[in-house]
T-cell receptor
Framework: KQEVTQIPAALSVPEGENLVLNCSFT??????LQWFRQDPGKGLTSLLL?????REQTSGRLNASLDKSSGRSTLYIAASQPGDSATYLC??????????FGTGTRLKVLA | EAGVAQSPRYKIIEKRQSVAFWCNPI?????LYWYQQILGQGPKLLIQ????????DSQLPKDRFSAERLKGVDSTLKIQPAKLEDSAVYLC?????????????FGPGTRLTVL
């Protein structure tokens, strides 16, 4: 049974820091991996999608990578801003397009 | 392009009552998902549709939850009767799998409180 762990569960950093969020899967056969952002009381916003043939994706200050051999993904946020404060969730599929989600990392960026 | 629409946004009911949620996916998206998100946890898949057929409902409590997707577009999720532990946010998502790429897009969710 696929399980997803996100570390750390919570993170508080001063503005301007570069930071890394981690996501690991018990089944390393990941087909698609998606990172989301969730603001309080809101739905999920897609940030980055890594397909099975890819190893990383970049969008602005965000970079996500996937190491399929270890079943681990990282989300790198450069030059963090207070507006980045949210919960970040990773989710992966193992081929059936059924996504399994982690429990998220709650990020707070202090001004 | 319009996003995934859900209604209502909030619902408060007494236990043992029934409730229904509605979802309108992004136009052209064949795959539709319903998730349950309990406070502090990640979303848990309840049911996945491909057009109007069920792909996965292994985690749907079928004794009280039901879902349908008529004509492969809109979908409704129903709970009857509701229990206290059903208090959660119910999220709808849609996607258009193509060439190995399957990016999900989520609606704003419906926050259900069962008293």
């Amino acid at each position: 049974k696929q399980e997803v762990t996100q570390i750390p569960a919570a993170l508080s950093v001063p503005e301007g820091e570069n930071l890394v969020l981690n996501c690991s899967f018990t089944d390393s056969a990941i087909y698609n991996l998606q990172w989301f952002r969730q603001d309080p009381g809101k739905g999920l916003t897609s940030l980055l999608l890594i397909q099975s043939s890819q190893r990383e994706q970049t969008s602005g200050r965000l970079n996500a990578s996937l190491d399929k051999s270890s079943g681990r993904s990282t989300l790198y946020i450069a030059a963090s801003q207070p507006g980045d404060s949210a919960t970040y969730l990773c989710a992966g599929t193992t081929g059936t397009y059924k996504y399994i989600f982690g429990t998220g990392t709650r990020l707070k960026v202090l001004a | 392009e319009a996003g995934v629409a859900q209604s209502p946004r909030y619902k408060i009911i007494e236990k043992r009552q029934s409730v229904a949620f509605w979802c309108n996916p992004i136009s052209g998206h064949a795959t539709l998902y319903w998730y349950q998100q309990i406070l502090g946890q990640g979303p848990k898949l309840l049911i996945q549709f491909q057009n109007n057929g069920v792909v996965d409902d292994s985690q749907l409590p079928k004794d009280r939850f039901s879902a349908e997707r008529l004509k492969g577009v809109d979908s409704t999720l129903k709970i009857q009767p509701a229990k206290l532990e059903d208090s959660a946010v119910y999220l709808c998502a849609s996607s258009a799998p193509r060439g190995g790429r399957n990016e999900q897009f989520f609606g704003p969710g419906t926050r259900l409180t069962v008293l």
